[in-house]
Each structure stands twice: as C-alpha cells, then as structure tokens.
C-alpha cells in the first residue's frame, strides 16, 4: 500500500476533533482522531498574565485580559492543524473548550468583555477575574450571612457554603469597587461560556449558551429555584444587583450538546470548514475527569496549582441529600445523567512552588552576578530544585509522630470542606536542626492531609470513596508526592496515562456534541488513553501518618479559631 493510498484510506474511516484546555497559565490545544489516535499537541503561554500585568498578589488579586484567551486559542489552534497537515485538517468535525472557574467577566449587551471595548482595555475589572482571586471574601460572607436567614437557603446545593472564587461574590465584589464598570456591564458571563460563543460568532448575550457545570457549582443555578436565586434576594445583597436576574439566564446546557459552528471569521482565522461543531463549555476539572476515565465513587483529583476532585455518583442515590461543605453537587456537570459532586484544595502545587521561590530569592536578587549570568543560574536551579529537594526529603528518615514539623496547606486559603478564604498557613514544631528538606516534606504532608479531609468529609457524609484516580501536572511528575498521598489517603491510586486529560476530555465532549459518539461515556471508552501505574500504600507508613493527620487536624482546628477571631 503506497501512503497516498493509506492517507486516502485514514481520510475515509477517520474523523478529527481539537480539545481546547484554558489553565491559568496557559492554553493548550490537543487534535485527536474520534477513534483514540493522539496527532499532536500546541501549548501557549499567555503573554500578560506571563509578564503580571493586572494582578497584585498581595491582595489576592488575580486578572486575565481576554485577547491573552483569543490569542492563545488562535495560535495553538494553527499550530497544531499545521503540524498535522491538510488531509486531517479537512476532516475535523468539532470543537470544544474547557476553562478554569469560576472565572467571569463583565461583558456588554453583544457579549463582549468590557476589557475588548474602548476606554476599558488597561482597566483590571473589566478583564476576567481569574478562579484564584479572592478580593471577594466579604461578599462571600454576605452571600452565606444572607442566605443562613432567607426562606430558601439557595447555597444547599454548593455545599452550604459560598465561596469567594464564585461568581456572584465576585460580580458584587467589581460593581462596588468600579461605578464605571458597573454601568457598563449589562451582563456577566464565564470563561467557558464565553468561547464557545466567540468562536461561533455570538453577537447577543442572551442567546449565549450557559454551562450547566458553571452555573450549578458556581452561581447557585438550580431547577428547584427555577435558575439563578430570586431577584428579591439578589436585591437584598445590594441595590446594585437591581434587574440583573433578568439580563443572564435561566436555562443551562450539559457540554455533550452543541452551541453551534464556526462563524466564517474564526474558520477563515483557524483554516477549518465553517461547519465544525462548537460545543457547550465546562470547567477544566470536570471535562479532566472525563478524560481521566472518571467512573462512579471513585475520586478524580485533578492535581496541578490546586486541585479540584470530581465525584459522579447515579443521581437516585442522592436523591433527597445534600452534602456538606463542597463545591456543590449538580446534576449533568461531569456526566450528563449522573450527579457530579466537586470539592478541592486552593494551593497544591502552588504550596511547593511557593517554597521554591522562597529559596530562589537570594540568587534572584543577587549583585555579584551580571543579569544574564543571574537569570540562567535562576532557570537551572529552578529546573532541578523540587527534584533534589524531593530526593532530599525522602532519605535518611526517622519518623517521630511526637516531634515533627507539621504544616497546613491553606497559602491560598480553604476550598473544601468548608470553603474560608481568609484562612491562612501555619507551620509548627520547627526548632535549630530543621532542615530545608524537613521544612518541604511538611509542606507536602499538608497537602496531603488536606487531601484526607475532603475524603473524610465525602465518607462523613455517606459517599463512599471506591478508588482514587489521579491526574495532572503533579501527579504525572512527582511519585515522591503520590507515594505519600497514597499512604495517608490509605487507598491505591491510579495514575492516568495521557499528558493532557483535561484537554482530552474537552476533545471527547466536542465528538459527542458532534453526534459521533451517542453519548460520552462512549467516547470515552473509544479515545481513553487508560492508566499508567498505581501507587499502593506503604503499610510501613499509614500508621505513621494517621497519627500524624491528628496533629494537622489539631493544629488547623487552632488556627481557624485564632484567624476567625480576629477578621
């Protein structure tokens, strides 16, 4: 067979889809055949948020201008297609994106961000407000102050708690800081529902399709409350949310459905047919789960800067329950047809990259090296530091569950259970012969303990774990970090084989909105990648770290006290 004769026979059978993955850092674009071949992969890292422009740390604020979204979608997007070549190019059949969350910005009647429209383009609250951000704590507290006292407690379904990373405590937090952007905005929108539109040529905000996984863990969407809360209740948080029930939206759609195709302008930009498929968006985590091969009662932990565990569960079994201090529980988020429960850590792998750049300050701020000589040694060591700390950490250890450095993992406050962003870290136990790998083994037990906790909450509240699985940047990289998680967590860990299972998942919820697959356990089943390994815990260690866990939970319980006693 000559491979013009194979080409012509791969064109025939094989049908293309690009999965789309918006991180915080950067956009990645995978294009896969609907029968599990993997062709190829783009990465873009986003240019202002590379340089910090909009953001300021110390106030826990964290902004994303949309041309860097557009521009990185643009070129992953054509570099990939033109690495693949014009026979695969002609047969892509659909698209679909995932984002971070809740991640929203104000837009205009046409749905435009604010942040694309003159006089607001330097302007950090008419960007999108990133999921880390958290200049929204006391609105968060409002939202749960109010709702603890209204007829109807409209947070039931988010765990009971409303969180300053979702989107009403960050509308209401924007429009008090900024008249300006608060009489502009007509609407406000999520980063997932936002590209989709944008590719499919949206110029009405009110025929944007919203994201059943977004609205349902986010902005307390449910069918019991007939959508969003009431506007009574809205108008009791402040005046300023006057009319704005009307102005966003009442119905929601899971990711399997399609919003539409590419407009001529995006198909012309990206060398694709104006009949590709654009399909519903949905959180990274979620659409990650998918393509970790996610499967009911067994956790999937999305582990990168933070995490974010996903739960799918058949919906008669929770029928009647709510469970407690997550991120919600919403019918069709994960899986269309089964009950998608969320919970999460605010900082995993950011915790370790704090450390690291704590230690590389010296060397950053060095005067006995030139720049250039400075920067490379910063980029060698920064290449390398984790690892030999990891090495570090792991040898030459002698357990003492008495006298031991014990940490919290809450750098960038508490996701779950029980979100509080105003709490903060603690380190105890730390004495003249701590050591720099003792001070990072604790800092990665924390993270590990905060892990266990949300797995007891879900046991605590009637969900059974059946397995772990694990993904992500973290997982992939660090079996210094998986081995102890298994060994607290007490519970094997499957580690999914594919690089980019967020990405991948977005590419299976694209062929099943574009009808090649009935639905997307389907496609999950003909494009999974399967597991690479499985961590088993450590009999010699799980004893150790369940009396360990006590002195974090003890230690976390004094701490909370302390923080909330004084806001």
């Known amino acids: 067979m000559t491979k013009l004769e194979a080409r012509s026979m791969r064109k025939a059978k094989d049908k293309y889809v690009i999965g789309i993955d918006f991180g915080t850092d950067s956009v990645r674009s995978v294009l896969v055949s609907t029968r599990g071949d993997y062709i190829g992969d783009a990465v873009h890292y986003y240019t202002r948020w590379k340089d910090g422009k909009y953001c300021d740390p110390s106030a826990s604020r964290f902004r994303q201008h949309p041309l860097d979204y557009l521009e990185g979608l643009s070129e992953t997007t054509t570099r990939v297609l033109s690495d693949a070549g014009m026979e695969i190019r002609n047969d892509v059949v659909a698209i679909s994106v995932d984002t971070t969350g809740s991640t929203p910005v104000a837009v205009n009647r046409k749905g435009t961000p604010l942040a694309l429209t003159e006089g607001f383009e330097e302007n950090p609250n008419a960007m999108f407000i990133l999921w880390k951000d958290h200049t ?10 109010l709702a603890s006292k209204w007829e109807i407690d409209y947070t039931k379904y988010v765990g009971g708690v409303y969180s300053s990373e979702w989107f009403w405590a960050k509308i209401l937090h924007t429009i008090r800081s900024d008249s300006k952007v608060s009489e502009a905005a007509w609407s406000w929108v999520e980063h997932c529902d936002w590209i989709p539109f944008e590719l499919t040529g949206g110029t009405d905000v009110t025929k944007m399709k919203r994201s059943r996984c977004a609205a349902g863990h986010k ?3 449910h069918e019991d409350f007939d959508g969003l809360p009431a506007q009574d209740f809205l108008s009791a948080l402040d005046p300023l949310l006057n009319g704005i029930r009307e102005r966003l939206f009442r119905d929601t759609y899971t ?3 399609p919003v539409g195709t590419l407009s001529k302008k995006w198909a012309e930009k990206l060398g694709l047919r104006d009949d590709v498929v654009v399909g519903v968006g949905a959180f990274d985590a979620h659409m990650g ?7 009911p009662y067994h ?18 079994d929770l029928e009647g329950r709510l469970i407690k201090g997550i991120c919600g529980q919403v019918d069709g988020s994960i899986i269309p047809g089964m009950m998608g429960l969320e919970a999460g850590q605010s900082a995993f792998g950011d915790v370790y990259a704090w450390f690291r750049d704590i230690l590389l300050w010296p060397v950053q701020n060095s005067n006995v090296l030139d720049n250039q000589t400075r920067q490379k040694l910063v980029d060698e060591i920064n290449q390398s530091l984790i690892q030999n700390l990891e090495k570090a950490a792991s040898e030459n250890r002698t357990p003492d569950s008495e006298n031991y450095i014990t940490a919290l993992d809450w750098l960038n406050g508490r996701r779950t259970p ?22 990072y083994r604790a800092l990665v037990e924390s993270t590990c303990f905060g892990a266990k906790a949300i797995v007891d909450r879900f046991i605590e509240e009637g969900i059974p774990i059946k397995g772990i699985i694990g993904m992500g940047g973290v997982a992939k990289k660090s079996a210094y970090v998986m081995q102890m998680m298994s060994d607290v967590l007490n519970m094997p860990i499957r580690i999914v084989k594919s690089e980019q299972t967020c ?16 639905n997307v356990e389907e496609a999950a089943k ?9 961590y088993e815990p450590n009999p010699a260690m799980t004893g150790f770290y369940q009396k360990k866990y006590k002195r974090y939970i003890s230690l976390a319980e004094m701490t909370e006290k302390r923080i909330m006693a004084n806001k």
Not at 136 to 145: G, L, S, T
Not at 299 to 309: A, E, P, Q
Not at 508 to 518: K, L, N, S, Y
């Open 299 to 316: 956790l999937s932990k999305v582990m990168g800067t933070s995490t974010c565990d996903m739960l799918i569960a058949p919906a008669y």
């Open 526 to 534: 003909a494009m999974g990648s399967g597991f690479e390994k499985t």
């Open 418 to 439: 029980d979100a509080n962003q105003r709490l903060t870290s603690a380190i105890e136990g730390i004495n003249l012969g701590t050591t720099t790998p003792d001070l």
């Open 219 to 221: 902005a307390m969407w």
């Open 503 to 518: 990405a991948m998942g977005a590419a299976m919820f694209a062929a099943t909105a574009a009808g090649i697959f009935p």
């Open 255 to 257: 990711a399997d459905q």
């Open 289 to 295: 789960a998918v393509g970790g091969e996610i499967e």
């Open 136 to 145: 929204a704590v006391q609105e968060a507290d409002e939202i749960n102050e």
